[in-house]
T-cell receptor
């Protein structure tokens, strides 16, 4: 089975712009979770989608949003980018829910200038 | 809110030796999972080992084993016969089994950078 894929792998944006990141889960996995990794804050949970519905959300401002499509692919969007949004964004998929074993993608490295 | 603490920012071990990475967590829940993830320089998070809180037996995966002390809320990882390929950041993580119809995602520790000396 193919693993979790994320596109793009690298992205450079400027402050105030918006960005969309994509995640394709492992075939058959219905849950997709997103995490932000920064040197200062470490790994933090953004949100989880299951069957096209956001099931849980971490403590992030409303500028961070996401969605999931019927094929379980997920996108996350960050609007009005700030310098502090520079991070590695990791996507993880699991069979039924995020409390099952989560398989991570390679991440998208976002740099905000 | 749950917290996960890894008190060792960096550890160094000689190749073929054994090393133990520490992790403590705080939760009021009784049903949860604990994980150790490895993140090499490629940044790909790889699951090393998983422990269900209801299981008393410590999980083992080849050279990797855990010491799970539920009452003490401690979850350490032992790597035996360390290999150069084990060099990476290691993250301890926690997740509730039940939380409002879903889970709140993994709560990670800050990580331990493991160096393998040849």
């Amino acid at each position: 089975k193919a693993g979790v894929t994320q596109t793009p792998r690298y992205l450079i944006k400027t402050r105030g712009q918006q960005v969309t990141l994509s995640c394709s889960p492992i075939s058959g996995h219905r849950s997709v979770s997103w995490y932000q990794q920064t040197p200062g804050q470490g790994l933090q949970f953004l949100f989880e989608y299951f069957s096209e519905t956001q099931r849980n959300k971490g403590n992030f401002p409303g500028r961070f949003s996401g969605r999931q499509f019927s094929n379980s692919r997920s996108e996350m969007n960050v609007s009005t980018l700030e310098l502090g949004d520079s991070a590695l964004y990791l996507c993880a998929s699991s069979l039924e829910g995020s409390n099952n074993e989560q398989f991570f993608g390679p991440g998208t490295r976002l740099t905000v200038l | 809110a749950q917290t996960v603490t890894q008190s060792q920012p960096e550890m160094s071990v000689q190749e073929a030796e054994t090393v133990t990475l520490s992790c403590t967590y705080d939760t009021s829940e009784s049903d949860y999972y604990l994980f150790w993830y490895k993140q090499p320089p490629s940044r790909q998070m790889i699951l090393v080992i998983r422990q269900e809180a209801y299981k008393q037996q410590n999980a083992t995966e080849n050279r990797f084993s855990v010491n799970f002390q539920k009452a003490a809320k401690s979850f350490s990882l032992k790597i035996s016969d360390s290999q150069l390929g084990d060099a990476a950041m290691y993250f301890c993580a926690y997740i509730d089994l039940y939380s409002g119809g879903g889970a709140d995602g993994l709560t990670f520790g800050k990580g331990t950078h493991l160096i393998i000396q040849p």
